[in-house]
């Protein structure tokens, strides 16, 4: 099965991305919550990087390959962008951005909260990321 | 994502028909920030066809909850997939809005 695919910096893309993952991982018998959670946290990373790397530039690309080794899946997003600083993350304060009338700064938590690792690298002009999932299955 | 809109006294239910994504939630925030939606004593949102959210999605709930709150106007979500609810769960904002099963205990919510 082809297990990379490269879309347009365009937030319109995000359900190509979706779907690309759902598809991949259709053969494994993950339950919906476990799926949907590993869906969310490509897309959140894909968003970021259409987003704030790549700025809508539809002549960018964002890129993602699924591996796999043994239980683990990996699932590497990369673009040709702006280097974007995930240093300077911080833990979301709901409270705060609800009385703030705020909407953004929760879609790293989530990756984070999903994800077994999480490794942001700058290659050049491209941001990588990683993520490893561990995940019980059977085909 | 569709969105359609039931009126009922001074309720508002919005039913969300799709995927709430960064690219779909910029139509729910249109939705939201309508001037009318201040006249409803609570806005219910029904999610039984809302197949998928992102923090994009939560986060346009999130930036009209104060404004909600500070007009007495409840938001409330009701018939949630499971896999949906999970998102809320994972950031804690399932003890931070109200989320219910139907229809029915969503009307019965005072607006305390």
Redesign the interface.
């Known amino acids: 099965m082809n297990n990379s695919i490269r879309i347009k910096s365009n ?2 893309n ?2 190509v991305v ?1 779907d690309f993952v759902t598809n991949y991982l259709s053969p494994y018998t993950l339950t ?2 476990e799926l ?2 590993i ?2 946290a490509v ?2 990373i894909t ?1 970021n990087l ?2 704030h790397a790549n700025k809508e530039d539809e002549s960018k690309y964002v890129k993602l390959a699924i591996f796999q080794t043994g239980d683990t899946f990996l699932f590497e997003l990369s673009d040709n962008g702006h280097s974007f600083n995930q240093k300077n993350y911080k833990e ?1 304060d ?2 705060k ?8 700064g ?2 790293v ?2 990756v984070k ?2 994800m077994d690792k999480v490794e942001f690298t700058t290659q050049g002009t491209s941001n990588i990321c990683r993520l490893y999932k561990k995940v019980s299955y059977t085909i | 994502m569709k969105i359609t809109q039931e009126i009922k006294d001074k309720t508002i239910t919005i039913s969300l028909n799709g995927e709430l994504d960064a690219s779909s939630s910029v139509l729910l925030d249109e939705e939201l920030s309508k001037p009318e939606i201040m006249l409803f004593n609570k806005v219910l949102v029904d999610c039984e066809h809302l197949n998928y959210i992102s923090s994009a999605g939560l986060g346009v709930f999130i930036s009209h909850l104060q404004r909600f709150e500070d007009a007495q106007i409840k938001l409330i979500f009701f018939n949630m997939q499971e896999k949906v609810k999970n998102v809320f769960e994972i950031l804690g904002l399932d003890l931070l809005m109200t989320i219910v099963s139907t229809y029915d205990e969503a009307m019965t919510v005072s607006n305390e």
């Open positions: 937030k319109s995000l359900k979706r919906e919550k949907n959670q869906i969310l897309d959140e968003a259409i987003i979301p709901l409270k951005i609800i009385s703030e009338g705020g909407k953004g929760m879609g938590a989530l909260r999903i």
